[in-house]
């Protein structure tokens, strides 16, 4: 429990401190829509390209595992939309930004340091694994459904478009992409240049923390509980126990299969909320969802380390 919150309270303190500057006046909203500008168009695109860009994807990656974790998020993603749609007749637009927050797993700023506290720094392979394709996954699946439902009635050639125009211009997908093409064709950063992405790096989840506790002053979650509550239950329980499930099944490696499950387990990131505003749907409930499920993961959490053993 003492390494839960030594992890994740530093993670609240940060948000706390932009709720309260906000809160306060000492932080003008304005100025949390351009620090979450910044963040979302230019640091975080620039974090994804770097992390990429230096991945060993030749290190023995483990398709079971792959399949575990991201067939389970998949799945994740379906209960979130339909349950969104089904129990809350919310529009599909709003169905799709909440089915996202149930897919898309905090696996750098929890799931690292989680699982290396609990495991060791020699065993985070499987965590490097997920982490390679994580982005690229989730943002492609989310994107396309997205597109989908928005130009739903449309032709195929117009829906292709729509999907096409959505990726390539928005800059987290950019990010990724790029760091696979330096990653694929081994062309080198210059030192000067890698320095200097790494200044912004530094500068990219502290500013995305930072504009989410500004951004939660604009939206509350009255009338949204419900739909929040089912959002925590998909990511903290349902996800782990579907990747427990298939990784037994498929008799994953112990380290794997340890880092599939605890890595399903953390709350939902703060792309999640980045998703929802890129559409300007379901803000008020990613942005609840991202600060509640990391308040529950303390415990949850620890139930499935203690289960994992």
């Not at 006046?25 to 910044?38: C, E, H, I, K, N």
């Not at 030749?58 to 209960?79: M, N, Q, T």
């Not at 898309?104 to 060791?120: H, K, Q």
């Not at 739909?227 to 994953?252: D, E, K, N, Q, T």
Request: glycine content about 10%.
């Amino acid at each position: 429990m003492q390494t839960l919150l030594e992890v994740i309270l530093p993670v609240f303190l940060v948000i706390g401190f932009g709720y309260v500057a906000v809160w306060r006046g000492l932080f003008p909203v304005s100025g949390v829509d351009g620090v979450l500008r910044f963040a979302q168009s230019f640091a975080v695109p620039c974090l994804l390209f770097q992390a990429i860009a230096n991945l060993d994807l030749e290190a023995s990656f483990d398709a079971r595992l792959l399949f575990s974790f991201y067939s389970g998020a998949a799945i994740c993603f379906a209960l979130g939309t339909f349950g969104a749609r089904l129990f809350f007749k919310r529009d599909w637009e709003d169905c799709v930004a909440i089915g996202f927050c149930c897919l898309f797993s905090n696996s750098v700023l929890l799931g690292l340091p989680i699982s290396e506290r609990a495991y060791g720094a020699d065993h985070l392979t499987g965590n490097y694994m997920i982490i390679a394709i994580h982005s690229p996954f989730c943002y492609g699946l989310g994107i396309t459904v997205m597109e989908f439902v928005r130009n739903r009635g449309q032709s195929g050639g117009v829906f292709a478009r729509s999907v096409t125009r959505a990726m390539f211009h928005n800059p987290l997908v950019i990010g990724i992409m790029a760091g696979f093409a330096v990653n694929f064709t081994g062309l080198p950063i210059p030192a000067v240049v890698d320095d200097a992405l790494s200044l912004i790096v530094r500068a990219a989840l502290p500013a995305a923390l930072f504009a989410l506790g500004g951004v939660l002053i604009q939206y509350k979650p009255e009338g949204d509980m419900k739909a929040i509550a089912m959002v925590c239950c998909i990511a903290l329980i349902a996800h782990p126990a579907i990747v427990w499930v298939m990784g037994s099944a498929l008799s994953v490696p112990t380290d794997l299969f340890r880092a599939g499950v605890l890595t399903a387990a953390m709350a939902p990131g703060f792309n999640a909320y980045i998703f929802a505003n890129m559409y300007g749907r379901s803000r008020r409930v990613a942005a609840s969802s991202v600060l509640i499920a990391t308040a529950s993961s303390i415990l949850t959490v620890w139930v499935w380390l203690t289960v994992l053993g």
